[in-house]
């Protein structure tokens, strides 16, 4: 059975710092990887989106990677700003529906 | 607007009634899929259709209903709701190069 890990599971960095997300999953026989984020109360809002032929995903000040092979895929997200305080969630595509991590807890301070 | 809408938005209702949550969206997309939220548990899927008149159940199907007899709409009916069905249910669509668009959510509490 496909399981999605996010680590950690909160993160506070101050203002500008350049920051990494991590997700793992643990079977790489995917279709694709998609982050999501979601702010308190709220629904989700997909930032990007990697086909399992894709190695990453540029959006902004998002990058997204993924490493089918080792079931890794990392968010990193340039210059911090208090705008992006939210829940990062990875979710991987295995038959059709998506497989979700518990989420990581980004708090960005000014 | 395009989208995807989900109402109402919040519902409170009581042990037993019966309960429908309604999904629409915009964008023609053929698969539609129903996903609740809880603390600890994360985002859970409960059931999705492929298109109209086709439906699967998810990880999460017990004491839930779907129909969709329309390729805009997905409403989700809990027979006889319990307790343990107070969570925020989400709807979401997939377009043609599988990436998943979240509605707002419902937010349901059952006394």
């Known amino acids: 059975k496909q399981e999605v890990t996010q680590i950690p599971a909160a993160l506070s960095v101050p203002e500008g710092e350049n920051l990494v997300l991590n997700c793992s999953f643990t079977?790489?026989?995917?279709?694709?990887l998609q982050w999501f984020r979601q702010d308190p109360g709220k629904g989700l809002t997909s930032l990007l989106l990697?086909?399992?032929?894709?190695r990453e995903q540029t959006s902004g000040r998002l990058n997204a990677s993924l490493d089918k092979s080792s079931g890794r895929s990392t968010l990193y997200i340039a210059a911090s700003q208090p705008g992006d305080s939210a829940t990062y969630l990875c979710?991987?595509?295995?038959?059709?529906?998506?497989?979700f991590g518990k989420g990581t807890t980004l708090s960005v301070s000014s | 607007d395009a989208g995807i809408t989900q109402s109402p938005r919040y519902k409170i209702t009581e042990t037993g009634r019966q309960v429908t949550l309604m999904c629409h969206q915009t964008?023609?997309?053929?698969?539609m899929f129903w996903y609740r939220q809880d603390l600890g548990h994360g985002l859970r899927l409960i059931y999705y259709?492929?298109?109209?008149?086709?439906?699967d159940k998810g990880e999460v199907p017990d004491g839930y209903v779907v129909s969709r007899s329309k390729t805009e709409n997905f409403p989700l009916t809990l027979e006889s709701a319990t307790r343990s069905q107070t969570s925020v249910y989400f709807c979401?669509?997939?377009?043609?190069?599988?990436?998943?668009?979240f509605g707002p959510g419902t937010r349901l509490t059952v006394t």
């Open positions: 979401a669509s997939s377009s043609r190069n599988h990436e998943q668009y």
């Open positions: 079977d790489s026989a995917i279709y694709n």
């Open positions: 990697i086909q399992s032929s894709q």
């Open positions: 979710a991987v595509e295995a038959g059709t529906a998506l497989i």
């Open positions: 964008w023609s997309h053929s698969y």
């Open positions: 259709s492929a298109a109209a008149d086709i439906t």
